[in-house]
């Protein structure tokens, strides 16, 4: 998962729940956008009609393997800078050839890839105790490092609120408890999170 450390937090509403037409147009696009991209080098276009995919909208893409629920890769954005579309678009992009934990995705693997998209909430300050699982997602910055979890991590650990803090802080390479010390800025965010029906 990307980010990056100098991104400003964005402090507008959350934006209305897409349809479900939005959606499974979302998830046949970032299908069609790994055949395209893995096998051409091309990605499919951009245009759409619907008012809900134009907005400024920060996503995540999840890439699983379908067989064993086993991730395969995973890329997002922390700030909306470009339209739902495209950041769907280039997060599957991303998701498949720029995760450094897993060798890129090849075309032949596509068809046994489960496809999950999260578009995130703008992100709010958020103290510890305010923290809950199943609804926010976190992001802790301190200096240089910063790390994201989104929030259907900790229920897939069966994390309680002190294992996911403990846990954002060591995504971000930082010692167990930094939640704790002053000096960090801790941020929570919500989910719109929907994958392909198997």
Known sequence: MSQ????????????PRLSEVDREELLRLARQTLIQYLGAGAVPSCKTD???????????VTLTV???????????????RQSLIESVINMAVAAATDDPRFP????????????????????????PGAV????????IVKGRNA???LPQVPIAYRWDREEFLDAVCRKAG???????????????????VWGERD
Do not use: K
């Open 4 to 15: 990056n450390e100098d991104d400003a937090p964005d402090a507008r509403e959350p934006l």
């Open 50 to 60: 619907r008012s809900a995919l134009l907005e400024q909208r920060a996503t995540f």
């Open 66 to 80: 379908r067989d064993s629920g086993m991730l395969r890769g995973c890329r997002g954005e922390v700030v909306a």
């Open 104 to 127: 890129v995705v090849d075309l032949a693997e596509v068809p046994g890839l489960h496809i999950e998209i999260s578009v995130l909430s703008p992100m709010e300050p958020i103290e």
């Open 132 to 139: 809950e699982i199943g609804r926010h997602g976190l992001m």
């Open 147 to 149: 790390g994201l979890l």
């Open 174 to 192: 930082l010692p167990l408890g930094t939640w704790r010390s002053a000096g960090v800025q801790l941020y929570g965010f919500e989910c719109e």
